[in-house]
């Protein structure tokens, strides 16, 4: 058994409690100011990483191929909340039949974004090259390419062959997705999938008013798949003939300028559908791949694994509250996780680099497609540098952190000798950046003699959730520490 999947035995920090005086304006709608946008009721997935073993080999019961642990005795388990709860092992298809479900309209019980989040209004969300008159291709890696009859996956129960390929609409002037109507376990589940793209687009990219088509309870394109889908029915004809309804509506919002009005509105998409991005790309690039993380030295600094995405916008956009206009950089990016999530979640530029030659493979995979389906969607994100090699010693990095803003280092498998060259590393920093790390750069003991780090940083300590992490599903203790 690895380190990483022993019980933690560090105590629970004593609580400290904290009292502010705050302010609770008037409740008003936020969004669009036509009837607004809306976050997406599905709770985001979990994305990846730090795994000592990163064998995504057990993927039950999960929509997504991110590492993620949810057992101790398992090094890895993919999890994603999708809108759907169908478990990853058993297709997506829904239940008619009339029960208490039937009495809630999720139209009226979403999510809307959140009123906490402060606005930042230097970002600028719509795509410039997704809404022109002409029909871009995005360069994408299709669903189909994935999850197909020629990948050996069976076709959907009812489903003939002549109508097992579909395709799906975005909200953009791109050629739609290829998918098919196939299912096989740990594969890309298609009718999951549109089902979702259906829900983000309807709450993010639209208004109430403009939303009830695709996703209001009674009669929407959305609730027509899913009863046409449903085990009651199997109607795979009904299915494509409410998804062509739903293509077609959706590109006549897009060419009359709806969408990208809409878009124009807006400064910061919801974690759900941040999290639904990065979750399609990983999908499309990694997880086919992922055997390729296995290969490392254990007990040296090339071990592999993951901060998750409820973890990331914690830290980004709840604890330093990061903005468009500054530089994020993760030391030891591994396939790029965080660094597309930085760039797509907060607009900054983001800064990456890994050493790990595998690792830096899949991450230039991730990266390609990150930009093809950002453009799908029609969403701009921050520029993104991904750098190979050695962090100590790459010009770029060296450079780049004394620009930085808020820098990530995750540690826990680092040894002494790394976090001490990584503290020499810091001193350069410009005054208030903050750097995030799972081991504390400065020594328990507060006299210790030539200790750098405690002169330079003020460090708090924290917990992280359970989950929030890839090699184990217990909590465990993070620190932010600002430069002096």
């Not at 979640?345 to 390609?368: F, V």
């Not at 790394?418 to 005054?431: A, E, G, H, Q, V």
Request: glycine share 4%; charged share 30%; aromatic share 8%.
């Amino acid at each position: 058994m690895g380190i990483f999947n022993q019980k933690s035995k560090l105590k629970p920090a004593p609580q400290e409690i904290r009292v502010e005086k705050v302010y609770i304006p008037a409740k008003s709608r936020p969004g669009l100011p036509t009837n607004g946008a809306r976050a997406s009721s599905s709770q985001f997935s979990a994305s990846p990483r730090l795994s000592p073993n990163p064998r995504l080999s057990s993927r039950t019961k999960s929509a997504s191929p991110y590492p993620s642990s949810s057992d101790e005795k398992r090094a890895i388990v993919r999890k994603r909340k999708a809108v759907t709860s169908t478990p990853r092992d058993s297709p997506a298809f829904g239940n008619d039949s009339e029960s208490e479900d039937e009495d809630i309209d999720p139209f009226r019980k979403r999510i809307r974004r959140s009123e906490e989040r402060s606005v930042d209004l230097n970002r600028k969300l719509r795509h410039k090259k997704a809404f022109g008159d002409e029909v871009r291709d995005s360069r994408i890696i299709h669903a189909a390419d994935i999850a197909s009859v020629a990948t050996k996956c069976p076709p959907i129960q009812g489903a003939k062959p002549e109508e097992v390929a579909i395709e799906l609409q975005y909200p953009s002037r791109c050629k739609r997705e290829r998918y098919e109507l196939v299912w096989q376990k740990d594969k890309i589940d298609a009718v999951k999938d549109i089902l979702s793209v259906v829900e983000h687009v309807a709450d993010t990219y639209l208004t109430d008013d403009e939303a009830k088509p695709f996703i209001d309870h009674n009669g929407s394109f959305r609730r027509q798949m899913e009863r046409a889908i449903s085990e009651k029915f199997r109607d795979v004809p009904s299915f494509r003939e409410a998804l062509q309804n739903y293509n077609d509506k959706l590109l006549e919002l897009v060419k009359n300028g709806t969408v990208a009005k809409n878009i124009e509105q807006l400064h910061h998409l919801p974690p759900s559908l941040v999290s639904f991005i990065l979750t399609q790309v990983y999908d499309r690039t990694v997880a086919p791949k992922v055997e390729m993380l296995t290969k490392y030295e254990m007990g040296s600094d090339n071990v592999y694994g993951e901060l998750l995405h409820p973890f990331i916008t914690k830290l980004l956009v709840e604890q330093t509250k990061m903005t468009s206009d500054q530089v994020f950089i993760d030391l030891g990016s591994g396939v790029g996780n965080v660094v597309l999530q930085a760039a797509l979640e907060i607009g900054c530029r983001s800064y990456g680099c890994e050493i790990m030659e595998n690792a830096c493979n899949l991450a230039e995979a991730q990266e390609k497609e990150f930009r093809s389906r950002c453009l799908l969607w029609g969403v701009a994100h921050g520029r993104v540098c991904l750098e190979r090699g050695d962090f100590r010693t790459n010009n770029k990095i060296i450079e780049k952190l004394k620009e930085a803003d808020v820098i990530l280092v995750n540690n826990k498998a680092f040894t002494s000798t790394l976090n001490d060259s990584l503290i020499n590393m810091f001193l350069d920093l410009k005054k208030g950046c903050k750097i995030i790390s799972l081991k504390s750069f400065v020594h328990e003991n507060k006299t210790a003699i030539n200790d750098v780090a405690n002169s330079i940083f003020d460090v708090q300590r924290y917990r992280y959730h359970e989950n929030w992490v890839s090699w184990a599903a217990a909590e465990g203790e993070y620190y932010i520490s600002t430069r002096k």
